[in-house]
């Protein structure tokens, strides 16, 4: 099947209460604004595929990652807040993964290359802090912390000048690839 295939068939259901009760929303690719289909959203499922869910509207805000499975109360496991507003589909992506991490904004300062999962950046390469990247390759998720902890941030393919920019006010110390294992 199709890279392409497998993406039609991703599909992630919302539902306003805990335990997949209340009314239900279900989504099969990217929504900007999900506020005038739920109130709320206390529980999820993700049949197929993976998705990132955001507490603001338009991809903005608070970032998780949700693979399949069944989330019954997935605001106290994250500690999300009850307002899930948008969400994007992560495609299915079986390529090489390569991303350029730099540790100043608008690439400046030292650049490191990655083409596997990086646990600690000050570990590796000594760089205590990642502030712009440039993904060529694959689909990436950052983290605040090292060991893949703290808050995320889902990386597609393109440049990313100034995470400061984009809303965040932290800095990456660990990156992870998005890889058909997850799926």
Known sequence: MTSSGMNMMSRIVFY??????GRSYECMSDCPDMSSYLSRCHSCRVERGCFMVYDRTNYMGN??????????????????????????????????????????????????????????????????????????DGHWLMYEQPHYRGRMMYMRPGEYRSFTNMGWSGHFMSMRRITDSFY
């Open 16 to 21: 306003e209460d805990r335990n997949f009760q």
């Open 63 to 136: 970032q998780y990652f949700m693979r399949r499975g069944e989330y019954a109360d997935y605001m106290s496991m994250f500690g999300m807040s009850d307002c899930i507003r948008s969400c994007r589909m992560i495609p299915m992506y079986r390529g090489s993964y390569r991303m350029r991490i730099y540790e100043r904004e608008n690439f400046g300062g030292h650049m490191y290359e990655l083409m596997d999962d990086c646990d600690n950046i000050m570990d590796r390469y000594r760089m205590n802090n990642c502030m712009s990247c440039n993904v060529m």
